[in-house]
């Protein structure tokens, strides 16, 4: 199976997966009165909307560059990430104002233990799909599926923990039939809402990022250098390096200094050999090289990347 039809697979796993556990939340915490199982179901509900913009995200990023989009498709997965944070964001404010109006207002609760049962399931189904949404995510270096599958992660502490609250709940009605203990459903799911909260900010960061270019890590770029290194003495060093992601894509562009005599054909089938080790490491990167005779006159930018000059020369030329 090509990258593309696994990651297609999964995502309609996961909306398969969310459309049936948001129908037996929402039943099951109707007919209990829990607060925090259909907090829950908005949880799952949200995670749902998220799965359906992954897999329309996935299936149209997947689509080569055209006339009216030369980079590709690419960002289409990083609006899609952006898209579902928000999406958890709202879904955490509601189900803290349903959480407040629960504590002063409370609700007697009856048969919770079915409440027990979907949480487990819940908390069972999802750590299997999101395990196969971050592996499929990770191997096609998808943050619309890794966003999906992070959001499945929390599903799974988020339902362990109403559980949780549910069954000390039935516990302490069955052993202190007297105690009020009608508060801590509705303190178990403001501890979800928290969970998302946390959740979503670290999908925003990790998905606008890149909608912004921001530059890739620092040991992403090191491996430009590390590749021209090993062309010594053959390259003079390299300059103006620049790095984006779009979603899987990643770009580079840099300047390298080759000796002057150097002819056409033999600076580019350098250029190409160097491109193909940063695709061998990174397959879906686009890298442009721009070619330039050394000419041993050297601004700033290029001292920083040369690789032929010694340390009083690079001090020499600072200060001039």
Same mark, same amino acid.
């Given at each position: 199976?090509?990258?593309?039809?696994?990651?297609?697979?999964?995502?309609?796993?996961?909306?398969?997966? /969310?459309?049936?556990?948001?129908?037996?939340?929402?039943?099951?915490?109707?007919?209990?009165?829990?607060?925090?199982?259909?907090?829950?179901?908005?949880?799952? &509900?949200?995670?749902?909307?998220?799965?359906?913009?992954?897999?329309?995200?996935?299936?149209?990023?997947?689509?080569?560059?055209?006339? *009216? #989009?030369?980079?590709?498709? &690419?960002?289409?997965? /990083?609006?899609?990430?952006?898209?579902?944070?928000?999406?958890?964001? !709202?879904?955490?404010?509601?189900?803290?104002?349903? *959480?407040?109006?629960?504590?002063?207002?409370?609700?007697?609760?009856?048969?919770?233990?079915?409440?027990?049962?979907?949480?487990?399931? +819940?908390?069972?189904?999802?750590?299997?799909?999101?395990?196969?949404?971050?592996?499929? &995510?990770?191997?096609?270096?998808?943050?619309?599926?890794?966003?999906?599958?992070?959001?499945?992660?929390?599903?799974?502490?988020? +339902?362990?923990?109403?559980?949780?609250?549910?069954?000390?709940?039935?516990?302490?009605?069955?052993?202190?039939?007297?105690?009020?203990?009608?508060?801590?459903?509705?303190?178990?799911?403001?501890?979800?809402?928290?969970?998302?909260?946390?959740?979503?900010?670290?999908?925003?960061?990790?998905?606008?990022?890149?909608?912004?270019?921001?530059?890739?890590?620092?040991?992403?770029?090191?491996?430009?250098?590390?590749?021209?290194?090993?062309?010594?003495?053959?390259?003079?060093?390299? #300059? #103006? !390096?620049?790095?984006?992601?779009?979603?899987?894509?990643?770009?580079?562009?840099?300047?390298?200094?080759?000796?002057?005599?150097?002819?056409?054909?033999?600076? #580019?089938?350098?250029?190409?050999?160097?491109?193909?080790?940063?695709? /061998?490491?990174?397959?879906?990167?686009?890298?442009?090289?721009?070619?330039?005779?050394?000419?041993?006159?050297?601004?700033?930018?290029?001292?920083?990347?040369?690789?032929?000059?010694?340390?009083?020369?690079?001090?020499?030329?600072?200060?001039?």
């Amino acid at each position: 199976m090509d990258k593309q039809k696994m990651k297609t697979s999964v995502a309609a796993l996961s909306v398969t997966s /969310n459309s049936v556990l948001v129908a037996l939340k929402l039943v099951i915490g109707l007919s209990i009165g829990s607060v925090s199982v259909i907090s829950e179901a908005i949880h799952s &509900g949200v995670d749902l909307v998220a799965a359906v913009i992954a897999m329309m995200a996935v299936r149209r990023s997947g689509k080569p560059a055209d006339g *009216s #989009h030369s980079y590709g498709h &690419g960002k289409i997965e /990083n609006i899609a990430g952006t898209v579902e944070a928000i999406l958890i964001f !709202l879904a955490a404010a509601w189900i803290i104002y349903e *959480s407040v109006r629960k504590i002063i207002s409370p609700e007697p609760m009856e048969d919770v233990g079915w409440g027990v049962a979907v949480m487990t399931g +819940s908390a069972v189904a999802n750590f299997f799909v999101s395990r196969m949404l971050f592996k499929v &995510g990770v191997k096609t270096d998808s943050i619309a599926l890794k966003a999906d599958g992070m959001h499945l992660r929390t599903d799974v502490y988020t +339902s362990l923990g109403v559980m949780a609250g549910l069954l000390i709940y039935w516990l302490v009605k069955l052993l202190f039939p007297g105690t009020d203990i009608l508060w801590i459903d509705p303190v178990a799911a403001i501890l979800v809402a928290v969970l998302i909260i946390k959740a979503a900010y670290e999908l925003t960061r990790e998905s606008a990022k890149d909608l912004i270019d921001a530059r890739l890590p620092e040991e992403e770029e090191a491996l430009v250098e590390k590749y021209v290194r090993e062309r010594i003495p053959d390259v003079c060093g390299y #300059h #103006h !390096l620049r790095t984006r992601k779009s979603g899987p894509y990643r770009f580079f562009e840099f300047h390298l200094m080759v000796p002057g005599g150097l002819s056409v054909k033999e600076s #580019h089938d350098m250029g190409d050999s160097i491109v193909a080790k940063i695709k /061998n490491h990174f397959p879906e990167a686009r890298v442009v090289i721009h070619v330039e005779p050394c000419e041993r006159v050297c601004d700033e930018d290029c001292v920083r990347g040369c690789f032929i000059l010694t340390e009083d020369q690079r001090e020499a030329i600072k200060r001039a």
